[in-house]
Structure formats: structure tokens, C-alpha cells
């Protein structure tokens, strides 16, 4: 059973109500593409801005002597 995710439903329902059988497939596959492809720049931007917060939530000051960190 393939899983069909939130967001190809939503790609699906707009093409569906944008495009009412006068455009070529040609068309629909163009635009379900690119539709795709925002979505994926979308969580990878989403995913880099959590990596970065979580990068900047976990680091240590630079005067914390950290247990496992040598000392110069």
C-alpha cells in the first residue's frame, strides 16, 4: 500500500479545481512538478532552520569548560 502524504492530496485538489480539462497533460504534469518541487525547497529550508536553532541551543560558550573537552 503506497502512502499518499498531505501535501501530494493538496497538489492534487488544485490541480483539480484549477485545471478543468481544457489544458493539455502536458500542463498538469508541468505544474504538479513544480508544485512538488516547492514543497521539498519548503522542508528543506524547514530543516535547516531546526539544525541551525538546535545547533545554537546546544553549543557551549566559549568560557564553559565542558567535562569532555580538553583545556589548552
Do not use: F, N
Amino acid at each position: 500500500m503506497e502512502t499518499i502524504y498531505s501535501s501530494e492530496q493538496l497538489i492534487e485538489e488544485l490541480l483539480t479545481t484549477t485545471y478543468d480539462g481544457s489544458h493539455s497533460t502536458r500542463q498538469k504534469h508541468v505544474l504538479r512538478e513544480a508544485l512538488r518541487s516547492l514543497v521539498r525547497l519548503a522542508k528543506a529550508e524547514q530543516m535547516l532552520e531546526i539544525r541551525t536553532d538546535v545547533k545554537k541551543i546546544t553549543q557551549l560558550p566559549d568560557d564553559t569548560v565542558h567535562p569532555y573537552r580538553e583545556v589548552d
